[in-house]
């Protein structure tokens, strides 16, 4: 990778996860964290609604017999997508629609923050919510709404390790990280099961963006950083499955150990995990944005869905 295409992919990097940050969802007013849209809910058959920033979030009261989807995690439960969220949409909206036909009526409770850690999930400081983090807005809810939940999904600890990416998630930048993420996850994990004992919990692991390098003449870079992811993923599967929750295996649905040779339009023969990634997100140069298009968006729908039960 030349110094002026490096520098192009840190700056976008540092743009996605700085503006992620102060793009999410929260349950209206003031609080800690910074300024962020407020609660955004989608009813049955209905869209999503969002609160300018600091207001009030109002819901109406659901028909008799709706239950709830409540998505919890980082920018990829809020949808990101071209500089936006579309919370009633990515993988989310896909998976309420599945819960729909199985389940009847079922209003989606969205709380994701974009740019969300799992260290601002558990203290705060990513988006602004009444109870103070993410993770205690969703306690609260539960608490108030277990019976009727019919799905919680929760994606989170991509941006742990986001900053290493472009690096090839290397082990002396990433073992810090997986550090942190590796003790914060079970308590994530551990206080959602408690505040909804019997709810259906299905938690994603990741596909791998920085595959892309291999692309951009660091030969084997990108490669090398699916072994990293491994680690990540590894400590979210271990951290579900504690809880009996089960593990949304996006990592395996975006093909991220599979480098038989495929072809690819105007790019010729490439590893089919790389391959992936440039036709499933927007990680393809210059964007050099992580986040997922909508094909990329119904994969991971289909790994959640395929856990429901």
Not at 97 to 123: F, H, I, Q, Y
Not at 158 to 174: E, H, I, Q, W, Y
Request: charge should be positive; hydrophobic fraction near 40%; aromatic fraction near 6%.
């Amino acid at each position: 990778m030349s110094r002026r295409t490096l520098a192009a992919a840190l700056a976008a990097l540092a743009l996605l996860l700085g503006a992620g940050a102060v793009v999410g969802l929260t349950t209206g007013g003031a609080g800690g964290g910074r300024p962020s849209p407020s609660a955004a809910s989608s009813s049955p058959g209905g869209t999503a609604s969002t609160q300018p920033p600091g207001a009030t979030a109002t819901r109406s009261a659901p028909a008799a017999g709706t239950g709830y989807y409540v998505a919890l995690g980082d920018s990829l439960a809020a949808g990101f997508q071209n500089g936006a969220d579309h919370r009633a949409a990515g993988y989310v909206g896909a998976v309420r629609t599945a819960v729909e036909k199985r389940d009847g009526p079922t209003e989606l409770v969205n709380l994701a923050c974009s740019g969300e850690t799992t260290t601002s999930m558990l203290e705060g400081g990513g988006c602004r919510y009444d109870a103070g983090s993410q993770l205690a807005e969703a306690e609260k809810f539960l608490r108030s709404h277990a019976a009727d939940v019919h799905l919680v999904t929760v994606d989170i600890g991509g941006n742990d390790v986001a900053r290493c990416g472009f690096g090839g998630l290397k082990p002396s930048c990433t073992k810090p990280a997986l550090a942190t993420l590796s003790e914060n996850l079970p308590q994530i994990t551990r206080r959602l099961r408690a505040a909804a004992p019997r709810a259906e919990v299905v938690v994603l692991n990741y596909y791998d963006p920085f595959l892309v390098l291999d692309l951009l003449g660091d030969a084997g870079l990108g490669q090398q950083s699916v072994k990293e992811l491994a680690k990540v993923n590894a400590a979210i599967s271990s951290s579900a499955k504690r809880v009996d929750a089960r593990v949304a295996d996006v990592a395996t649905a975006f093909q991220t150990t599979v480098t038989t040779p495929t072809t690819v339009k105007d790019l010729g023969r490439l590893p089919t995990n790389l391959a992936r990634i440039l036709q499933w997100t927007w990680m393809a140069p210059p964007r050099f944005d992580f986040h997922a298009n909508d094909l990329g968006y119904a994969v991971m729908a289909g790994a959640v869905t395929k856990q429901l039960r």
